[in-house]
Every structure is written in C-alpha cells, then in structure tokens.
C-alpha cells in the first residue's frame, strides 16, 4: 500500500518536492540549536575535491564540535550522512540515507532508503573512482523496492522484505558503496576530521549491506523520454525542509 501522504515519505526529505527521474525497466521533532563552525574548517581543499569527483554539495553543517551533517548528490541520488566523529573509529557501520525518485513502467515514484555499511576491513589507502558508466546496483536496489510494493516506511521488523530488496545484487551494492565511503571519508580527512591511516574499524557480524528502513510513494506519471532529454532539472530540491546552511547563528 502506497503512502497516502506524500510529504510522509520522511521527516528529513520533503517528498512534496519532484527529482531527477532514475528510468529503468519494469520489474527487477524538535532538532534543537544547530550551530554552524563555518570557521573551524577550510573548505577550499574540500570545495575542490567535490569538483574533482563530481558530487553536488546540498549540506554541510556541524550540529556541534563532533557532529557532522553532510549531503550530496551523485548521479540522480541525494545521500544523507549523519557522522559523529567522537565514535566514528569504534562505529562499525556506515549509515547512508538515499532518496531518489524512480520510473517504473508509466509510473514514477519517489522511494528513500536507509542503507547501513559494513566499515570493518576499509583500506585506508582506497580511493574514490567515478563510475564511467553511472551506478548500477543502486538503481537496481531502487527498482527492487519500487516493485516490491514498498509503500509506507518499513523497518527492521519486516527482515523478509528488506532482505529480498538486495537479491543477487549483494556483492555489487556493498562494492558500489564501499566506493561512495572511499571519496566520503576522503572528505572527512580534507576536513581535517579523520587520519583514516590510523583507524582500524571493528568487525561485526551483520551482513556487509542492510537495508534498515525503505519507503515509497507513487508521485504520478512518469515523464516522457523527450522531457528527460530537455534536461528538467528536478533533482535540486530534495530536502529542502532541512535547516539552510545560513551563518546567522
């Protein structure tokens, strides 16, 4: 059953506002004071490593001294993170928010999943590489969720289904966002947070990718290939209603 509200997708992305469409085939509270240290950190490095790997920048804010807001787009995909670095050496999972809106058949819909990474065994060494041809077990993942009939948010006590979500793409998906850890933490260290030379995450015993929550809603029709083609940006929007980045603190 699909969600009847649309803008309760989720409380962290605004589903009332329309994104880049995925195409792929049929089947398959109150957040308190949030303070910005603009002046604790250098961004040019930063700024220019995002150019180098392509991401678009959406958010980036600290909540405090040791937590880190961090949003950004790649490809058709908006990912959140939430990063506390007083725990981030002892944390053995990597947590990613992921919304992007998804044409199946004539309908298009938005979905956002919550994805938690195995972290244990990260070479510190390992570096980002742009995708030549774009992501492809994410897209997957998406269509999967879509045509699972994923409609109001399901969580960790339905494991059946959010498994089912990662069949046969498994090993692909954890490569794909291992890669997506490798240029995030490269961030961190440009930020001056990290020295990933020095930290040897924990092992745990938990599948190397889990689908910890997943949500969907048919927003309506999908658009033709020719509007696709006439570059509608409609990807810039996605979670808005998150506080701007202002330094009037």
Known sequence: MLLDNVGAISGDFDATKQGRVVRLPQGGGKRGDRRRYHDRIELSPFAEYLTEIGWGLKLVAFEDESTLLFDFYLDDYEFRTKTDFDDFDDDPRQVFKIVADVAVGNDLHRALLTTSVAKGGFPPNRKYVKPERGLDALPKLFTNAVAAGVGA???????????????????????????????????????????????????????????????????????SEEEDEEGEDLLGDVGENEEETNDDD
């Not at 930290?199 to 309506?220: C, M, N, Q, T, Y």
């Open 153 to 223: 948010e399901i969580s960790k006590e339905h494991t059946a289904l959010l498994d089912h979500l990662t069949d046969r793409i498994e090993d692909d998906l954890f490569d794909e966002l291992r890669n997506v850890m490798a240029g995030l933490y490269r961030i961190f260290e440009k930020l001056g947070k990290i020295d990933l030379a020095n930290i040897d995450f924990p092992d745990d015993e938990r599948k190397p990718v889990e689908i910890e929550k997943a949500s969907a809603v048919r927003l309506g029709e999908a658009p």
